[in-house]
Structures are given as structure tokens and as C-alpha cells.
């Protein structure tokens, strides 16, 4: 069984704080790996993805990956109050055509 | 045009009612995908179209009936539902099946089964 696991929360950080939030997968062989906003009654929303071990910057978002101990994480700098949703993290098993297996996700409460 | 859409935003329809949900791209993705997502539940895979082919089928019962008449088109038939088929539907679309592609999801279809 390919697993998927999240912290459910709820994370909560004060505003202009760093959020950091974890994931961890089951399966070594893994290729591609995302992390989707996702507001309440929404869609999911692709805000960041990466494939190589290492850091991905884009703008505030900053994702981890390390593949030695399957662990990938987001950083949200500077969090604002409208960063309040799920984080969902998806994982891209190898050989699995994009199928996405999605973790329960993290409930983010960014605080005034 | 970088979205994907569906219709309708809402349905309810009975248990012996025909109905059938509908997603678009224009972005020239190959791939494109139908999930269900119950209430603070991660969204869970059903169908996966590649180049209009189906390549993944996640043993979902015979009353949804995946459809891909083009490229850029997804229809999902859905016939003598059950009241715990009521869910988020959510349609995405990747540039290819496969691997490194990232997905995009519409704003979905909320189903109520009476």
C-alpha cells in the first residue's frame, strides 16, 4: 500500500511567521511531488511541485525535498491570514501513469 | 486560457434520475482525470484519460461512465446513483499521462444523491 501521511493539524501560526509543513511517503520509488492549497468548499490549487532532491523556491513558498528519507515539507514565509486552507501533498508513484496518491492534508490557521 | 471548467457547479438528482457532468480545457493537455472528494477527505482517483484513451480505470462501479469525446472534453454519465455517491467531483487535466506532469484541477461539481 503506497501511503501518504500529514500532520491533520490544526497547524497554527501567528501572521508574518514561517508555517512549515511536513510529508512523508511510503514508497522509494516516487518521482514527482506536489503540494495543493485547497480552501474550504474549493478545488484543489497546484501551488507548488518538485521533482529533484533539494529546494524550490517560488515567491513565498519554499518546497523540500529528500528522497534518502522520503520526506518532502513546504515553508510558507511571511504567512498571511488568506494562507489559511488544507495543504494537500501529493505524490507521483513510479509507474503509475500519474496517478496521484494525496495525502489527508494540513489544516493551516494563519493568526492576527 | 490556463482553467479548467466544469458544469454544473451543483446537481442533485434522484436515485434513478440520469445526469451527466462536464469538463473543459483549451490548454492542450493530453491527459485528463475524474476524482471524488468527500468532506475533509483528500480528493480520490476514478478515471484517467490519455490521448482520449482511458489507461486507468480504479475499479469505480458501472453507474459512472467515463466519456472523452476529444481532446479537450470530459463528460461523466451517472446513472442509479446511491445517496454516498454524494461528493465533490472534480475534473483535472496534466499536459501529458505519465510522470513530471503537473495536474489542474477545475472547480468541481457538487453532487447531492437523494
Known amino acids: 500500500q503506497k501511503e501518504v501521511e500529514q500532520n491533520s493539524g490544526p497547524l497554527s501560526v501567528p501572521e508574518g511567521a514561517i508555517a512549515s509543513l511536513n510529508c512523508t511517503y511510503s514508497?522509494?520509488?516516487?518521482?514527482?511531488f506536489f503540494w495543493y492549497r485547497q480552501y474550504s468548499g474549493k478545488s484543489p490549487e497546484l501551488i507548488m511541485f518538485i521533482y529533484s532532491n533539494g529546494d524550490k523556491e517560488d515567491g513565498r513558498f519554499t518546497a523540500q525535498l529528500n528522497k534518502a528519507s522520503q520526506y518532502v515539507s513546504l515553508l510558507i514565509r511571511d504567512s498571511q491570514p488568506s494562507d489559511s486552507a488544507t495543504y494537500l501533498c501529493a505524490v507521483e508513484y513510479t509507474g503509475t501513469a500519474s496517478k496521484l496518491t494525496f495525502g489527508t492534508g494540513t489544516r493551516l490557521q494563519v493568526t492576527l | 486560457d490556463t482553467e479548467v471548467t466544469q458544469t454544473p457547479k451543483h446537481l442533485v438528482m434522484g436515485m434513478t434520475n440520469k445526469k451527466s457532468l462536464k469538463c473543459e480545457q483549451h490548454?492542450?493537455?493530453?491527459?485528463m482525470y475524474w476524482y471524488k472528494q468527500k468532506a475533509k477527505k483528500p480528493p480520490e482517483l476514478m478515471f484517467v484519460y490519455s490521448y482520449e484513451k482511458l489507461s486507468i480505470n480504479e475499479s469505480v462501479p458501472s453507474r459512472f461512465s467515463p466519456e472523452c469525446p476529444n481532446s479537450s472534453l470530459l463528460n461523466l454519465h451517472l446513472h442509479a446513483l446511491q445517496p454516498e455517491d454524494s461528493a465533490l467531483y472534480l475534473c483535472?487535466?496534466?499536459?501529458?499521462?505519465?510522470?513530471?506532469?503537473?495536474?489542474?484541477f477545475g472547480p468541481g461539481t457538487r453532487l447531492t444523491v437523494l
Open positions: 514508497d522509494r520509488g516516487s518521482q514527482s
Open positions: 490548454m492542450g493537455h493530453r491527459a
Open positions: 483535472a487535466s496534466s499536459q501529458q499521462a505519465g510522470g513530471f506532469n503537473e495536474q489542474f
